[in-house]
């Protein structure tokens, strides 16, 4: 199977930092895509970063093709401007959509000292509890990085899945989940492109070995 991620969809605020705004996709694209996977059960979709138009535009399009996603949000961004707000990440969990964590301030989780990682994996994770009212155990890791001690500490945490980005079929099952993540320049014909040859597409024999050493290290 493949895991899709988004980030933004529409415009990104000017002040968004050049490396969010990389990922964000045009409306229309955005639409393109979800024509693409309709018929695809084996295409999983999430979002990361819980921007505000999760649920201005990915929510009604998610609800009127009778499909579901995971939201992966910034627990110290809810309520800011552009950001998801807690009743919005409610009416996510209300509409059917998963809800994980992305940490805290969406820094990389490599090499954090523990206080940092606890503040990351641990509270971001509770404050997105206390506005749901029920238990987060899925997390993403913030710019698809990680490494031995990460994964360690959110197995130990009882995550019972953690998405990445690094561009691979999943298996179903896996604890960890490689994604695509949509770039601003990809378009629903790469995305077509992918779900035909994913084999091409995904991480070569060397970069697998890579993947797996971003585990080990
Ligand atoms: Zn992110």
Redesign the pocket.
């Given at each position: 199977m493949i895991n899709l991620c988004f980030?933004g969809i529409g415009t990104p605020p000017h002040d968004a930092p050049a490396e969010?705004a990389a990922y964000w996709i045009g409306t229309d694209t955005f639409r393109r895509v979800l024509d693409v996977v309709a018929v695809r059960p084996d295409v999983r979709l999430s979002f990361?970063?819980g921007n505000e138009s999760d649920v201005e535009v990915a929510l009604p399009e998610l609800v009127g093709r009778g499909r579901t996603a995971d939201f992966f949000v910034i627990a110290g961004r809810l309520g800011h401007p552009g950001s998801l707000s807690a009743g919005d990440v409610r009416a996510l969990r209300r509409s059917g959509m998963g809800v994980g964590s992305?940490g805290m301030h969406?820094r990389v989780w490599r090499r954090l000292r523990p206080p940092e990682l606890r503040e990351e994996l641990v509270l971001a994770r509770e404050r997105l509890e206390d506005v749901l009212e029920e238990p987060v155990r899925t997390a993403a890791c913030?710019?698809g990085r990680y490494d031995r001690t990460t994964l360690t500490a959110l197995r130990r945490l009882g995550y019972t899945r953690v998405y990445t980005s690094d561009r691979a079929l999943a298996r179903p099952g896996s604890w960890r989940q490689a994604r695509f993540s949509l770039r601003a320049t990809d378009t629903a014909d790469d995305v077509a492109a992918w779900l035909r040859h994913g084999d091409r597409y995904t991480v070569r024999a060397a970069d697998r070995a890579r993947t797996f050493v971003k585990g080990l290290r």
């Open positions: 980030h969010e990361d970063d992305h969406h913030p710019l």
